[in-house]
């Protein structure tokens, strides 16, 4: 008896195509109550920033109404925009952090 063999078809494996997760900017945003000494406590902080850098930063804040603290994935980036929330509402001050994708 005859046996029929179909064809074997081999797949090949696809590559996945893995990189760095993508990357969002951390901002503060400029207001009217907050003291500059604050958000230069903050960005010694949270964000790991020299006296030097973070008061370039808070100045940038202030003059243009807004800076980036750093780059991060997506949740550390959440997680540095909670905490400085958290931490300003502490301290009784309303500075607003946000975060977007780059």
């Not at 797949?11 to 760095?20: I, R």
């Amino acid at each position: 008896m005859a046996v029929k063999r179909e064809a074997a078809t081999l797949l090949e494996p696809a590559k996945a195509k893995t990189g760095p997760p993508p990357l969002y900017k951390v901002l503060l945003l400029n207001d009217d109550y907050t003291p500059m000494d604050f958000v230069v406590t903050v960005l010694l902080r949270f964000f790991g920033m020299d006296r030097e850098r973070a008061t370039q930063i808070m100045l940038k804040v202030h003059t243009e109404g807004m800076g980036v603290c750093g780059m991060y994935p997506k949740d550390i980036a959440n997680s540095k925009v909670d905490q400085v929330t958290r931490f300003a509402r502490d301290n009784q001050h309303p500075l607003q952090c946000t975060m977007e994708r780059s």
